[in-house]
């Protein structure tokens, strides 16, 4: 069983800030930012892909009212919601999650940078994405 199961299972504690049928909501123990939380459904999914559309329709559903709800209570100026999927981005627990983190100012302990890749050919780009 993975470890946000055993937290499902209620045999890990855990700070919980919403709970249904479907899906599970706990504080982050890293706390990123002061209210950091995680949704997560019930049943397991590996990763946002691997997860079936009913699952991830109520983890994002879950999301937006929790990040309205987070924001709010937290006097947070906004809010990142974020989903890592695969190791090579960054996703350490192999359990669906989405992250919800309050935003304060500039100076939180988060960094979300875009930069820019070498000069794309959109074209090659878009049929590449499309699968043509
Ligand atoms: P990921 O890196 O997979 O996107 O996010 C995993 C998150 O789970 C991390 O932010 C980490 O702090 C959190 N986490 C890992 N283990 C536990 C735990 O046992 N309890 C709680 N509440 N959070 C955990
Ligand atoms: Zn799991």
Do not use: W
């Amino acid at each position: 069983m993975c470890i946000f199961c055993k937290i499902i299972a209620g045999e890990i504690p855990s700070k919980k800030v919403y709970e249904d049928e479907n899906v599970l909501a706990i504080l982050d123990i890293s706390q990123v930012t002061f209210g950091h939380t995680l949704v997560m459904p019930k049943k397991h999914a590996d990763n946002i892909i691997q997860a079936d559309e009913e699952t991830v329709k109520n983890c994002i559903s879950a999301a937006k009212k929790l990040a309205a709800q987070i924001t709010a209570n937290t006097g947070a100026a906004g809010c990142n919601i974020l989903n890592n999927c695969g190791e090579a981005a960054g996703q350490t627990v192999n359990h669906l999650h989405f992250h919800i983190i309050p935003r304060y100012s500039d100076n939180d302990s988060i960094v979300i940078k875009f930069g820019e890749s070498e000069k794309q050919d959109l074209d090659k780009v878009l049929k590449t994405v499309r699968g043509e």
